[in-house]
């Protein structure tokens, strides 16, 4: 495992807007047109191969994580990345790179952080310990989060849970099966993604700092490519992306893919408007090998519409 150090100075810079937005029965969305939302897994350095895409970077290149600003050299294979690019000369740029663990935090006996299941998958990069503080990347499934790497941690000052949030029937709040204890006056948007900074405890998860978004604020997006599992949902077309806050729109034909680890690509104009997608191995290496196949024009994608 590489060891990372997160700054407690950075833990100010971002993610400390409260929640605004009032509870919706209606589906959170970004809109835009423009530039190419990216999310998903590292599978190969030079530039970065994520979701099937090749996307350059810069020296204006941006890359943040939960606490603030970080490094381009913090990312390794198997890292969680959300990426906004743009189209210049023939290529994808980033402007910014959001380094997005889904999970920081104590690793337990159970194979828990935070609460939260972890499973690690095939060939996951690095192995911890019980007892060791990690930042974990992965992607969510029913609950749990599929991890594809571990980076031992120092410093951070907070633990974080990063993911859809969700309102049970008796009111209350939570990311994957962690329940939330959210400060005085939050009003989260049910389905939105929320990074949500704090500590756990005996009974869930205490709320300390949060932002909504995976994109930055300025983000106008056209287009996405994410990488991840579905999971059922009341509003047509039945499933939304796990632990990602993006609804599809109605007309997706999504069910051929439920189950699986997938990638989906297509507009992006208020909600997503898949138009394809492919089914993932499971193990990381094969992941990789099926990417490169995708860079090179020769992966079968199933259309979702």
């Known amino acids: 495992m590489k060891r990372r150090h997160f700054l407690a100075a950075t833990a100010g810079t971002c993610l400390s807007a409260p929640w605004l937005a009032a509870q919706d029965s209606t ?3 970004e809109g835009g047109i423009g530039g190419t939302g990216i ?6 350095l030079g530039s970065l191969i994520v979701a099937g895409r090749r996307v350059e970077t810069t020296n204006r290149t941006r890359f943040v994580n939960a606490f603030g600003a ?20 023939g290529a994808l740029v980033a402007q910014r790179v959001l380094v997005s663990y889904p999970l920081i935090g104590t690793l337990m006996q159970d194979g828990s952080v935070n ?14 310990a019980p007892g060791t503080v990690v930042a974990v990347s992965g992607v969510w499934r029913d609950g749990a989060v599929v991890a594809s790497r571990f980076d031992r941690i120092t410093g951070a000052p907070y633990s974080v849970i990063a993911g859809d949030i969700l309102r049970d029937a008796d009111g209350s709040w939570r990311i994957g099966t962690a329940r939330l204890t959210l400060p005085f006056g939050a009003r989260p948007t049910a389905g939105t993604y929320v990074t949500a900074l704090g500590s756990p405890e005996t ?14 604020r ?19 077309p039945g499933y939304r992306l796990a632990g990602l806050g993006h609804s599809f729109d109605e007309g997706a034909q999504l069910q051929p893919f439920h189950g699986h680890r997938a990638l989906f690509t297509g507009p992006y104009v208020q909600t997503f408007e898949v138009s394809r997608g492919l089914i993932l191995p499971e193990r990381l290496d094969q992941r990789r090998a099926a990417m490169r ?11 979702a519409r």
């Open 115 to 128: 609460g939260i299941r972890v499973i690690a998958e095939p060939g996951a990069v690095g192995r911890p």
């Open 70 to 89: 970080a490094r381009e050299s913090d990312i390794g294979i198997g890292t969680a990345l959300t990426v906004e690019a743009v189209a210049q000369g």
């Open 293 to 303: 196949d995708v860079l090179a024009g020769q992966a079968t994608f199933r259309p």
């Open 27 to 29: 589906p959170p969305s």
């Open 203 to 216: 009974d869930g998860f205490t709320v300390r700092r949060q932002s909504a978004g995976r994109f930055g």
């Open 218 to 236: 300025r983000a106008v997006l056209g287009a996405l490519a994410v990488e991840g599992y579905l999971r059922p949902a009341p509003a047509a």
């Open 39 to 44: 999310v998903g897994i590292l599978t190969d």
